[in-house]
């Protein structure tokens, strides 16, 4: 830690018993002799935390999986032929009197059942009844059955009618009254009919949250487990040691520390495979870090940190940064002894500006030392914000013994990559990646992790010697990342993501 060390650990004694050992105060920035390992390593994501574009079948089964928690959808009115908006966003009426439809205009759903949702605005309320009456507001904090709807849809699933929970259906009586006394039960789901609304979905989550609540914690108890015991097996180990790869980085989410029992929708059965993961890595000797993908709250409002809606509330409270300590403190305390843990990552991928960097920080020392109260060997890797200077942490991370820096390069995600040739994708990472590499690379800073990357881009034919090319000039600039590198992912349906494909196919070669 830096100068005042005794008081940053005494200030967030409320965090962690442990946290007034200074045994983080001797900066260590090399791997050790006992373990200098170079990581070449896989992550197995889509394994304990649903992501559902690597895995989109386990969704198959849901009812209505168009309508999943955090679809975002915009609906018009046919008789107005305008669009509903919450008016100034939320906080008032809803109206339908917009020609065009943006954020003021999109509800996000919280699933109750296949057909009963809460509908959520732009900022933050849930759509009710007015206590007074029959109109339709935006100003409940929190839903109850006074926000609770019934979405009825046509054969072709293009309109709907919404039932209020006073029984009529919504409509839109004028463009600025939106009313649920509409009581005709039949429709032709003509443009004649002001409770008939086209709906459009513009954006859907697929991860844990979605899965579970979609199924039902019941119905998806089987169904996770199976996924859990047949996605990921012992010979996935043994093909990955054989390839050439010497760690796995295994994501895992917070209500694993609840297992067997976590909190709803959330299934239990998680932890066993992470013990099985263990096993089978010290076995074929590989080397296990363990990343908390996804943190109470949602660190960054993705799929892939179990955000139900897309909100961000991860480091918001005390309360939920000492939640998310006592997950690490679990695995930490689980798997000290186990000869195959080589390091725990505190979060993956939390997003500026709404996980500020004063609560990662505090966040990041309290998870540090969460991690020493049972193991002075393994490293503790503190993930950069996304949206952020890559070097913010420097300094901070430096004041601790074996702590690694994780960042990831992608070329996606980003207008910059959208237009490039095969060429221009390969100088990208020759030139701005090992700039970006050798940025966060300082002589007395932490270990630099680039902990996920990939050999996909947004090139359309790329011949299989362009991609060949391409994956081996990643390996050439992330091979001198001082900890390591690590592919995402293992198995994926789209094939360049998927290290396996990649390495059977001929794509990649480690040896």
């Not at 998310?324 to 843990?341: E, H, M, P, Q």
């Not at 942490?393 to 990559?417: R, T």
């Not at 391409?470 to 050439?476: G, I, T």
């Amino acid at each position: 830690m830096r100068g005042n060390s005794l008081l940053q650990c005494l200030s967030l004694v409320p965090f962690c018993s442990c946290l007034v050992s200074l045994s983080c105060a001797r900066p260590s920035r090399l791997l050790s002799s006992s373990n200098s390992l170079h990581v070449k390593a896989v992550n197995l994501g889509g394994w304990l935390v649903t992501e559902g574009w690597i895995k989109p079948s386990l969704f198959d089964g849901i009812v209505n999986k168009d309508l999943l928690d955090g679809t975002q959808i915009q609906l018009k009115s046919v008789t107005q032929q305008m669009y509903l908006a919450a008016e100034s966003g939320g906080g008032t009426i809803l109206v339908a009197n917009r020609t065009s439809a943006s954020g003021w205009e999109t509800f996000k759903l919280w699933r109750i059942d296949e057909s009963r949702f809460n509908f959520r605005v732009f900022d933050w309320q849930f759509v009710g009844l007015s206590s007074d009456g029959n109109q339709i507001v935006a100003t409940a904090t929190s839903p109850s059955t006074s926000e609770t709807f019934q979405i009825i849809r046509n054969s072709d699933k293009s309109r709907v009618r919404i039932r209020a929970p006073n029984g009529s259906f919504i409509q839109a009586k004028t463009a600025v009254s939106v009313t649920a006394d509409y009581t005709e039960e039949s429709t032709s789901w003509g443009d004649d009919d002001p409770s008939v609304f086209e709906i459009k979905s513009v954006g859907q989550l697929q991860g844990e949250f979605q899965i579970t609540n979609g199924y039902g914690t019941e119905a998806a108890t089987p169904i996770l487990r199976n996924h859990w015991s047949t996605y990921i097996v012992e010979d996935d180990f043994r093909s990955i040691a054989s390839s050439g790869l010497n760690a796995v980085r295994i994501p895992v989410g917070w209500w694993i520390a609840s297992d067997p029992n976590p909190p709803k929708p959330f299934v239990g059965g998680s932890l066993q495979a992470l013990d099985n993961a263990f096993t089978w890595a010290e076995k074929y000797n590989l080397k296990v870090i363990v990343d908390l993908h996804a943190a109470p709250g949602s660190q960054n409002g993705f799929e892939h940190s179990a955000s139900r809606d897309g909100k961000q509330e991860w480091g918001t409270t005390d309360e939920n940064i000492k939640q998310t300590v006592n997950v690490i403190d679990f695995l930490s305390s689980r798997y000290a002894k186990r000869r195959g843990l080589l390091a725990i990552e505190l979060i993956n991928e939390p997003l500026a500006p709404g996980a500020t960097l004063d609560s990662l920080k505090k966040y990041y020392q309290a998870g540090y030392n969460a991690v020493r109260k049972h193991t002075p060997n393994a490293y503790v890797i503190m993930s950069n914000r996304l949206s952020a200077q890559s070097t913010e942490l420097l300094q901070f991370a430096s004041g601790f013994q074996k702590s690694v820096l994780d960042v990831h390069y992608y070329n996606l995600f980003s207008s910059v990559f959208t237009s490039m040739t095969v060429q221009e994708n390969i100088d990208y990472i020759n030139n701005n990646r090992s700039t970006d590499l050798s940025t966060v690379s300082v002589a007395n800073g932490p270990l630099v992790f680039v902990g996920e990357w990939t050999a996909e881009w947004d090139v359309n034919g790329a011949a299989k010697d362009d991609y060949q090319r391409f994956a081996q000039a990643q390996l050439d600039v992330y091979g001198r990342a001082t900890f390591g590198w690590a592919y995402w992912t293992w198995q994926n349906v789209n094939n360049h993501w998927s290290m396996k494909y990649m390495i059977d196919n001929g794509y990649i070669s480690l040896k």
